[in-house]
């Protein structure tokens, strides 16, 4: 397959690092900082420095094409597969190195680019197209709804995916009709149609190899997987299971706790560096009912934690450590550079300031 779409995958290939050249040709107009990161409001919360954003991006973008690329050609079922859905694999990614890497580009420019309306129409006709492309993809492990008894019946498969288009298509129509939606409410809905794309087509696909068993046209063994299945299937849960693990694990856990001693205190963390403090450094302490973090710039960030270096209005650059679920805040000047601390809460940030006030005194 590679062979046969050689020249293709050179051209996917050299569009994926255009951006490259462009980023050469802007060097001197381009800031040392570009935002490179927007949370889910569309503001930028991570940072890149402009050798990584003009070399780094396009060649992450170029790894995860290969990669696709190669786990399709791996699949012996894809050697006969459909050249539109195989073109399509091969386009996605140097489409979106364009619109991604064009838009950083911008915003780095001072050019005013609506992060979210671009996220919400770059999805929107991602699954429209993929939609399209569903029906006519052959049987494959890679592409397409992977359940056991689709992929042992041909004529299960084709019902299915022919199902699958019209259903991804309406997903994709949906993600674009977002845009008249509050931004709070887009996460909640882009899930909910991620989950419909995902689950629906397979239990279209499960009531139509019941009713081929009814039909005499299948058999109870199609729904059996053969070794080779279990173990792909086994594999792919596993990784799945990993990342989701993994991603549940840095966005709902960790935390951080500060410990004084006798000339200094010491914030020590989870996910992030610890912080020791002298007592002796501190030139200013001020307790705050409300806060605002500004930016992340470099650090971490979670639904429950934000550490690291910010930026904000009032105090420029700064580093944090805090709660999320917590308003209130410390705001020490330590050799005239801020640094914010909380607690998890409004009564364990007052414990924090009441003995750091105690040992600062002393």
């Not at 569903?134 to 042992?152: D, Y």
């Not at 939606?181 to 629906?200: G, H, K, R, S, T």
Request: glycine share 6%.
């Amino acid at each position: 397959m590679i062979k046969k779409n050689k020249k293709q995958l050179i051209l996917s290939s050299i569009i994926i690092l255009l951006p490259v050249i462009v980023g050469l040709f802007l060097w001197n107009y381009l800031p040392d900082r570009i935002a490179t990161h927007w949370d889910a409001n569309g503001t930028a919360d991570g940072w890149s420095g402009r050798t990584f954003t003009i070399f780094g991006l396009p060649v992450i973008i170029l790894i995860l094409h290969w990669i696709a690329i190669f786990a399709t050609v791996k699949d012996p079922k894809n050697k006969e597969q459909s050249n539109k859905v195989f073109g399509m694999v091969l386009w996605i990614m140097p489409i979106i190195s364009l619109l991604v890497c064009g838009m950083v580009y911008m915003i780095a420019l001072g050019k005013e680019v609506s992060v979210e309306v671009v996220v919400r129409i770059l999805l929107g006709l991602m699954f429209v197209v993929m939609g399209n492309y569903m029906p006519k993809c052959k049987q494959n492990h890679t592409i397409g709804v992977k359940v056991t008894w689709a992929l042992r019946n041909e004529e299960n498969w084709n019902k299915t995916h022919r199902f699958a288009g019209k259903v991804w298509v309406l997903g994709g129509v949906l993600l674009l009709a977002t845009m008249i939606i509050p931004l709070e409410n887009f996460v909640f809905a882009f899930l909910v149609i991620i989950l419909i794309l995902a689950f629906v087509p397979a239990i279209y696909s499960y009531a139509y190899y019941r009713k081929q068993l009814k039909a005499g046209t299948a058999t109870k063994e199609d729904a059996i997987a053969t070794p080779s299945e279990k173990k792909m299937t086994i594999v792919s849960l596993v990784i799945g299971m990993l990342i989701l693990i993994c991603a549940g694990i840095f966005l709902f856990t960790g935390e951080f706790a500060v410990q004084f001693g006798e000339t200094s205190f010491t914030i020590e963390a989870a996910y992030w560096e610890d912080a020791t403090v002298k007592y002796s450094d501190i030139d200013h302490v001020e307790y705050r009912e409300l806060d605002d973090p500004g930016e992340r710039t470099f650090g971490y960030g979670s639904f429950s934690l934000l550490m690291g270096e910010f930026e904000n209005d009032e105090f420029g650059d700064y580093t944090r450590y805090s709660y999320t679920a917590c308003d209130s805040c410390i705001v020490l000047t330590v050799d005239k550079k801020i640094l914010v601390i909380n607690g998890k809460d409004e009564q364990s940030t007052q414990k924090i300031y009441d003995e750091l006030m105690k040992q600062w005194n002393e």
